[in-house]
């Protein structure tokens, strides 16, 4: 997009440098060092040819001398729509399709385990319109619609658990819709799906025009990617895409406004270890939360408020 700012980045790198460069850096992202991972030269002449950013970091863990390392490699995928919003359905999705397969194929070749797709990939963010058709009909089935068995090929091709967000179609329950999240394992096969709990009401972002609250709690999706050896046989986006990790480092983002591809290689063992450092859970009270939702959940119920006595 001309006369748009490409990345945050961009401005930093242009203006700073020297000691000043990494004590933005310190401050900012968490790190001096931003810890790059090399990327095959093969994968920038695609991306390259295709127009879109690929970068990679690392977000390593303590050497521990009891435990191994724990080794995934993470991916998120932003990308732009391809054809205008009055062709039809079919047309718009696979457009979508074809340009999201030449990044996944990169992702796939460098060796990501885990990919994660931006909310809605493959459609428009319809949902400001709120007008219903003809954008229902990109809802559909989140075990066998279009969407899920294209991933499926891909997903097996590659090894690569996909995280695939879409508008979901329950057609075994009076037709809802739903923002539903499908998890596509290695093999291929849908391991499960989450729908989103919270629904933004605020403007033209009333998605509850469409879909309400979930109803499938806070699913946690095990799969074969836990941090074990590596495996041999492996609309409107905002942009600015970026992992953190949890010490609260991050990684430098995408563009604002162009396709990318991101990865992170991140070692696992440091969820335990910055468990260990801040003791959230030894400190956590779920006894007294419980108690203040309950007491909220009442009726009666009156915020604990406390006021100036007067002498």
């Known amino acids: 997009m001309d006369g748009e700012t490409h990345s945050l980045e961009a401005i930093i790198n242009n203006n700073f440098s020297g000691r000043d460069l990494n004590e933005f850096n310190r401050i900012y992202y968490g790190r001096e060092n931003h810890l790059e991972v090399p990327i095959k030269e093969s994968s920038i002449a695609v991306a390259n040819d295709n127009n879109f950013d ?8 303590k050497n521990e001398s009891t435990r191994p390392q724990r080794i995934v490699k993470v991916g998120i995928i932003q990308h732009s729509i391809v054809v205008s919003t009055d062709r039809p359905i079919n047309e718009q999705r696979n457009a979508i399709f074809a340009k999201v397969k030449k990044i996944i194929d990169v992702a796939g070749q460098e060796g990501v385990n885990i990919l994660c797709l931006q909310e809605f990939w493959n459609m428009p963010y319809v949902f400001c319109t709120r007008e219903k058709q003809p954008w229902c009909e990109f809802a559909e089935s989140a075990e066998i619609g279009p969407t899920t068995r294209f991933l499926r090929e891909l997903a097996v091709k590659y090894s690569m658990v996909i995280v695939s967000s879409i508008l979901e179609r329950d057609e075994n329950h009076g037709d809802i819709l739903w923002d ?16 989103k709990n919270h629904i933004p009401r605020v403007g033209d972002f009333n998605e509850s025009n469409y879909y309400m609250e979930g109803n499938t709690g806070h699913p946690v ?13 492996l609309g409107l986006f905002y942009g ?29 063992n440091m969820n335990r270890q910055i468990r260990d450092r801040r003791c959230y ?25 406390v006021h100036e006595t007067e002498k």
């Open 180 to 195: 539903t999240v499908v998890v596509i394992s290695d093999t291929g096969n849908v391991i499960g799906k989450h729908r």
């Open 281 to 305: 859970y030894m400190t956590q009270r779920l006894d007294m939360y419980a108690e203040s939702l309950k007491k909220v959940l009442d009726l009666e119920f009156k915020p604990q408020v």
């Open 240 to 268: 600015s895409s970026y992992f953190c990790g949890p010490d609260g480092v991050r990684c430098p983002g995408l563009s604002r406004t162009k396709d990318g591809l991101l990865i992170a290689v991140m070692d696992l």
């Open 221 to 233: 999706f095990a799969t074969r990617y836990d941090g074990k050896p590596a495996h041999k046989d």
């Open 54 to 61: 690929i970068a990679a970091y690392a977000f390593p863990a």
